[in-house]
């Protein structure tokens, strides 16, 4: 919420942020890289589309070998194992008041491990209360401040457990980087606190596909030749947009229960609980 804790005031929550990537960003073209060619109008990402395409490499003819071809098939997308087809991040936020009227926030996901699945979230954030420099108005139940923060997302996915290439260290890597400069509002009613907030929000994400893939080109007339490919892609997407956030929180002495929704490119679903010690 808008409101701020005062010096040394302490709120821990626990909350489920439930990510939904854009469309675009679950799949992304091959029509740029050399000599890498599909039927398939795209391919999945990481947290695309559990559906695997063949890709036909080929490496020209370089006047002592002749041209080397070798069909492959690329890792799936992971979509369908996430709940609702968004990425969930259980989050523990520590809100800290400092002097100034201001909070200093941190955010840690606990790393998680599944089905050849690695994904962990941090943050740092600071919020500032706006209407202290406004007399009276400070002692009204509404509560006005400017928030900052930064948040860091990444998830690795095991493709050499799945893939029937041989080679080493074989991973898919999508990691996401976050920042949002908000200004938010919140009004106490009673037990329950209304709170949303607007502004900006922008970042970047990268999807790579890590690791050595030994691959066996068949030819004409020379047999079988054996290459191997390193590091074979690496795409990397930016976006900035503006950002609504609404929600509730419900207070019950120390404890609260909130939820909230957040309308940007990666739409976001939060509900959790917390304690308050302000």
């Not at 968004?86 to 941190?106: M, R, S």
């Not at 930016?238 to 609404?246: E, G, H, K, L, R």
């Amino acid at each position: 919420t808008a409101k701020v804790h005062s010096k040394l005031g302490v709120d821990l929550s626990l909350r489920l942020n439930t990510t939904f990537v854009p469309s675009a960003e679950q799949a992304f073209s091959i029509s740029d890289l050399e000599n890498i060619t599909t039927n398939a109008e795209n391919l999945p990402t990481i947290i695309g589309e559990n559906r695997q395409e063949n890709l036909l490499i080929t490496i020209p003819a370089d006047g002592l070998l002749p041209e080397l071809k070798k069909t492959i098939k690329a890792p799936k997308g992971i979509k369908n194992k996430l709940p609702f087809g968004g990425v969930p991040a259980p989050v523990l936020q520590l809100g800290i008041g400092i002097p100034f009227d201001t909070e200093i926030i941190i955010r840690y996901s606990p790393e998680y491990h599944r089905k050849g699945i690695d994904m962990s979230l941090k943050g740092l954030g600071i919020k500032h209360n706006l209407l202290q420099y406004f007399g009276p108005i400070d002692k009204f139940p509404l509560n006005v401040s400017a928030f900052a923060s930064f948040s860091k997302m990444e998830i690795d996915y095991d493709i050499q457990s799945f893939s029937s290439i041989k080679g080493s260290g074989q991973v898919a890597e999508f990691s996401l980087n976050n920042y949002n400069l908000l200004l938010l509002a919140s009004l106490d009613v009673l037990v329950v606190n209304f709170y949303c907030g607007f502004g900006l929000t922008g970042g970047s994400s990268s999807f790579k596909m890590m690791g050595q893939y030994d691959l066996e080109y068949q030819t004409q007339s020379n047999g079988p030749v054996n290459k191997t490919l390193s590091d074979p892609i690496d795409m990397n997407f930016s976006t900035s947009n503006f950002q609504t956030t609404i929600g509730a929180k419900y207070k019950f002495l120390i404890f609260s229960a909130f939820i909230d929704f957040t309308f940007q490119n990666y739409k976001t679903l939060s509900a959790g609980i917390s304690v308050n010690f302000r």
